[in-house]
T-cell receptor, first 111, second 116 residues
Framework: AQSVTQPDIHITVSEGASLELRCNYS??????LFWYVQSPGQGLQLLLK??????LVQGIKGFEAEFKRSQSSFNLRKPSVHWSDAAEYFC?????????FGTGTRLTIIP | DAMVIQNPRYQVTQFGKPVTLSCSQT?????MYWYQQKSSQAPKLLFH???????NEADTPDNFQSRRPNTSFCFLDIRSPGLGDAAMYLC???????????????FGPGTRLLVL
């Protein structure tokens, strides 16, 4: 069975600092991997996705993620966070139509 | 422009009173999904439609039903809402196209359901 672990429930970073959100997955084949962001009271917005090819994936809003098969990880990074990045971030894995989401990481930005 | 539209954004219902949530899409993509997201939890897939084919998740309660009268619209019916059904309900569509898009899901803004 597929699963996703986001080990950090809550992360606080200073505005302008770098960010890394962790995601580990379990999946029996080549995974489809996604990062979504959810602002309070809103739906999920797709940040980026990985299916195959280059293991470093660029997304929207300056985010990137790196797929590491040997570590079963797909960590999300941003070199310099902005106050508007404060939100909940979800990693997801799965074949089409069968996404499994992690429990999310809440990101707080301090001035 | 919004691809997935959910109405209303907030819905209040009474315990046991049937309620219907609405989702529409502007792209006529094949697949539409309904998720339930409780506070501080991950979204949980309830069911999805591939065209007119309905696919129910094994652990989705019978209290939850869905209708898709046409490609653009999909409804979530909760026959007898309980207090535990208070949640955000998210509709999503697939990315569309024969390849490179159906793997991805695009979400609407959600409807927050409050059960009194």
């Amino acid at each position: 069975a597929q699963s996703v672990t986001q080990p950090d429930i809550h992360i606080t970073v200073s505005e302008g600092a770098s960010l890394e959100l962790r995601c580990n997955y379990s999946y029996g084949a080549t995974p489809y991997l996604f990062w979504y962001v959810q602002s309070p009271g809103q739906g999920l917005q797709l940040l980026l996705k990985y299916f195959s090819g280059d293991t470093l994936v660029q997304g929207i809003k300056g985010f990137e993620a790196e797929f590491k098969r040997s570590q079963s990880s797909f960590n999300l990074r941003k070199p310099s966070v902005h106050w508007s990045d404060a939100a909940e971030y979800f990693c997801a894995v799965g074949p089409p139509g069968k996404l499994t989401f992690g429990t999310g990481t809440r990101l707080t930005i301090i001035p | 422009d919004a691809m997935v539209i959910q109405n209303p954004r907030y819905q209040v219902t009474q315990f046991g009173k049937p309620v219907t949530l609405s989702c529409s899409q502007t792209l006529n993509h094949n697949v539409m999904y309904w998720y339930q997201q409780k506070s501080s939890q991950a979204p949980k897939l309830l069911f999805h439609y591939y065209d007119k084919d309905f696919n129910n998740e094994a652990d989705t309660p019978d209290n939850f039903q869905s209708r898709r009268p046409n490609t653009s619209f999909c409804f979530l019916d909760i026959r007898s809402p309980g207090l535990g059904d208070a949640a955000m309900y998210l509709c999503a569509i697939d990315g569309g196209g024969a390849s490179g898009g159906q793997e991805t899901q695009y979400f609407g803004p959600g409807t927050r359901l409050l059960v009194l």
